[in-house]
């Protein structure tokens, strides 16, 4: 009786529960946020949710409850846009957040009737991301503050980013593991970032996350999927192999001494890190890369043979890590730090503290700016005292005797810095007003710099710098007066940036951007699945479809061209012309690419290509022969038009009119408003004379002009526009015509013919169009 009773509290605890959840999925309904009906495609869906996710996006809608909104706009999508969940909310009417727990919920009901079974992880399962554990919510990401934050930041320290979902039953597995990792790497000073796929769905495809969960590195802007087994060593080495291989440098007896010598050179302070570890700490390579651009790394294991004379040259306690920094002299360091933890606070305190030599080499502007900051106000003014000298050992005794009084000098309102002017002319031709008086010596010059567009205020020691005791007391007296007169500085001038001196040559850097994108290709092709591949292999596949389409096409086109020229066309296909001909400079000023002008025979085969699909834009200007008249009008054609090879758009072409009269005179028809022709079917139809005429066929645009013979003594109206076509298309006998071969010289039909390819290259020729072209057969 009591088991009865203890069954009939669970059935009714079950049934509140069943009750419940579904009074709270009455009040979510998808389809009426999303606004669409039960029938809509998934293609409305998402038209419907990319409208809605516009308007409401939180970055651009300020309305206090726009979040809110979003949210049920995303999550409404997120189960429309599932086949699978959105049959489970048809039938059993549960939204997107109780939609696992009614299928669950129903299971259970089935076990309850069938054996009296009951799951006690019923109450406690994690269904969505907001019953999950809240460590994430400090590490989500938008794409706004990824975009002007994460990528920018990545440049100094590596990020593990996580992409996960709702309803992502794998990120529950990977959580424990997730979370002790974050926790650990952003002690060390990796960034964490997580990305919610279902509300930041432009950010998750921007990654190129395309399933959850999903965990990627970025380091200098670049993305870096994790493709291993999620456990903590696994993360870790990720994580140090996206750093460098180059940031640390292992240190023994025989090369620490051309280590710490390099600091001319790099213009760099040089840090040492002595533990008893065999592997460089994963803090100090991270360390080191959040560094790179001040200082050089070196790590010294002390329990290696070969380092004993490293730690007695330097009293080194082989029980404690050991940091020290050398700056310009490599005998004792600058500073030391000892600590049996090194936290990463108190490693950030110690190096940024030494950044820079203590008579650092400007060698290029963002080093000019860090060491010789703007003032902001009288109470915060920086003085940068700059030796202008030279290399070599010439000028050794001068940078020493400087580098002596500016260890001497250390105050924060003070910055010794040095320039070579072989390398920064620009810089020391501005402050050394009497170039003679200076050259081949040192000088001194105390600055301030007044804006970030260029300009200071300075003053130039009168005597250039020997090192005397007498310079380093001029010296010391005036920054003495400068501090309570800073009218001191009496001089301005405007300086230009300065030269980057270790930037690396081009094609040094062309050669590392090569190796990195060929890096990513290598990942891709073994890790990456088919969707990630596909930009990479639209890209290979469409450059061999060009390459071998372009090479089919031209050995079909060169074969065809073979054929259908006979042997003897060689002559007439390529007209030289002499390119000292007087008369051609003086009529165009247009550059000929060739020396030759390049005529084509117009055929059946190639009519096409050459007339009705040319391109938009091109013309193909063809001459009017017969076999009789070709040598001559070839020749004279060529003459005349080949000034006018240098443009690109325009063909040149010649038509057998043996062959196509008919053509010709089909397409003269649509010339009969600016010249009559007689009836076609006269008596002397077969024995008008078109040998001569030019015409300027468009084939994209369907018209033509047209160029007739030149007549003798005719030098106006009728050398060849498109609107004079008169007498010369003639009724009369041959022997009477004069157009005829025998009336006068075949080659003075073209005359002037260049001023009438002048006037069609202004646009100012009549054009006749025809509604399409006909065929030449």
Same mark, same amino acid.
């Given at each position: 009786?009591?088991?009865?009773? *203890?069954?009939?509290?669970? *059935? *009714? @605890?079950?049934?509140?529960? @069943? ?5 709270? @999925? ?73 939609? &696992?727990?009614?299928? /669950? ?33 400090? +590490? ?32 529950? /597995? ?7 990792? @974050? ?26 996350? /395309? ?20 456990? %903590?060593?696994?993360? %870790? ?57 001040? !200082? ?95 290399? &070599? ?12 009084? *500016? ?87 405007? !300086? ?47 450059? !061999? ?23 003897? #066309? ?27 002008? #390049?005529?084509? #025979?117009?055929?059946?085969?190639? +009519? ?53 009269? #008919? ?28 040998? &001569? ?66 006037? !069609? ?17």
């Amino acid at each position: 009786m009591q088991l009865g009773r *203890a069954g009939l509290a669970w *059935a *009714a @605890a079950l049934l509140l529960a @069943a009750l419940g959840a579904q009074a709270a @999925a009455g009040d979510f309904d998808p389809y009426r946020i999303l606004g669409v009906g039960r029938s809509s495609s998934q293609a409305d869906i998402k038209k419907a949710y990319k409208r809605l996710a516009r308007e409401w996006h939180p970055d651009k809608n300020k309305d206090p409850g726009a979040e809110d909104k979003f949210i049920q706009i995303s999550k409404a999508y997120e189960i429309l846009s599932n086949e699978e969940k959105r049959a489970n909310f048809d039938r059993y009417g549960d939204a997107g957040d109780s939609q &696992g727990y009614s299928q /669950h919920q129903h299971r259970q009901f089935h076990h309850f009737h069938e054996g009296f079974y009951f799951d006690e992880s019923f109450f406690h399962f994690p269904f969505n991301s907001e019953r999950r554990d809240s460590s994430d919510e400090k +590490y989500l990401l938008h794409f706004s503050h990824y975009i002007n934050e994460i990528v920018p930041d990545s440049f100094k320290k590596p990020y593990l980013i996580k992409i996960t979902s709702d309803w992502c039953f794998s990120c529950i /597995h990977i959580e424990p593991v997730w979370k002790e990792v @974050a926790q650990e790497l952003e002690a060390l000073g990796v960034g964490i970032g997580v990305v919610h796929a279902g509300y930041e769905r432009r950010l998750a495809h921007h990654l190129g996350a /395309h399933s959850t969960p999903s965990l990627l590195g970025l380091i200098n802007g670049k993305i870096t999927f994790f493709h291993n087994a999620v456990i %903590r060593e696994n993360l %870790r080495q990720f994580v140090e192999n996206l750093l460098p291989g180059n940031l640390v440098e292992k240190i023994t007896d025989k090369n620490y001494i051309r280590f710490l010598s390099n600091w001319k050179k790099e213009n760099k302070p040089h840090v040492l890190l002595f533990d008893h570890m065999p592997v460089v700490p994963l803090l100090y390579k991270l360390t080191a890369f959040a560094y790179r651009d001040y !200082l050089s790394f070196g790590y010294v294991y002390v329990g290696l043979r070969g380092t004993e004379e490293l730690s007695s040259q330097y009293n080194i306690n082989v029980y404690t890590p050991t940091m020290m920094i050398f700056k310009e002299h490599i005998d004792k360091p600058a500073d030391v730090v000892q600590a049996r933890d090194m936290k990463k606070q108190l490693i950030d305190d110690f190096l940024s503290q030494n950044k820079f030599l203590m008579v650092a080499r400007l060698t290029n502007q963002r080093l000019f700016q860090e060491l010789c900051p703007v003032k902001k106000s009288h109470r915060q003014r920086k003085h940068c005292v700059v030796l202008l000298t030279g290399e &070599g050992e010439k000028f050794a005794e001068a940078y020493e005797t400087f580098l002596a009084f *500016a260890v001497a000098n250390t105050k924060d309102t003070l910055k010794f810095v040095h320039i070579y002017n072989d390398r920064q002319p620009e810089f020391a031709d501005a402050l050394l007003m009497d170039e003679e008086k200076y050259r081949g010596k040192s000088a001194v010059v105390i600055l301030e710099r007044r804006n970030n567009a260029g300009k200071i205020a300075y003053k130039t020691l009168e005597d250039a710098w020997q090192g005397s005791n007498e310079d380093n007391f001029i010296l010391l007296d005036l920054l003495d007066q400068l501090r309570t007169d800073p009218g001191l500085l009496s001089s301005e001038t405007v !300086l230009a940036d300065l030269n980057d001196e270790l930037a690396p040559m081009f094609l040094i850097r062309w050669l590392y951007s090569m190796l990195d994108y060929i890096s990513d290709c290598w990942d891709s092709l073994f890790h990456s699945n088919w969707r990630e591949m596909m930009p990479l292999l639209s890209l290979l596949f469409s450059a !061999l479809f060009i390459l071998f389409g372009t090479v089919i096409v031209q050995a079909f086109s060169d074969s065809s061209d073979t054929r259908d020229s006979p042997p003897s #066309e060689k002559e007439e296909t390529a007209a030289k012309t002499e390119k000292n001909d007087a008369s051609f400079s003086k009529e165009s000023n247009r550059i000929p690419k060739k020396g030759f002008v #390049e005529v084509t #025979e117009l055929t059946d085969i190639n +009519y096409n290509s050459n007339l009705v699909r040319l391109r938009p834009g091109h013309m193909n200007v063809v001459l009017i022969l017969s076999n009789s008249t070709k040598t001559a009008l070839l020749q004279k054609f060529a003459l005349e038009v080949y000034t006018f090879t240098g443009s690109s758009s325009l063909h040149f072409s010649f038509l057998s009119l043996d062959k196509h009269r #008919e053509w010709l005179e089909y397409l003269l028809e649509f010339a009969q408003d600016a010249a009559p022709i007689p009836n076609q079917y006269d008596k002397h139809f077969l024995e008008r004379d078109y040998t &001569g005429y030019v015409l300027a066929l468009n084939g994209h645009k369907k018209y033509f002009c047209l160029f007739k013979p030149h007549r003798s003594g005719d030098e106006g109206g009728t050398l060849g526009s498109c609107e004079d076509y008169d007498s010369s298309l003639h009724t009369e006998t041959r022997g009477k015509s004069s157009c005829s071969p025998g009336s006068r010289s075949i080659k003075n039909k073209l005359h002037k013919l260049s001023f009438w390819m002048e006037r !069609l290259l202004e646009g100012s020729l009549q054009r006749f169009y025809i509604p399409s072209w006909p065929a030449l057969d």
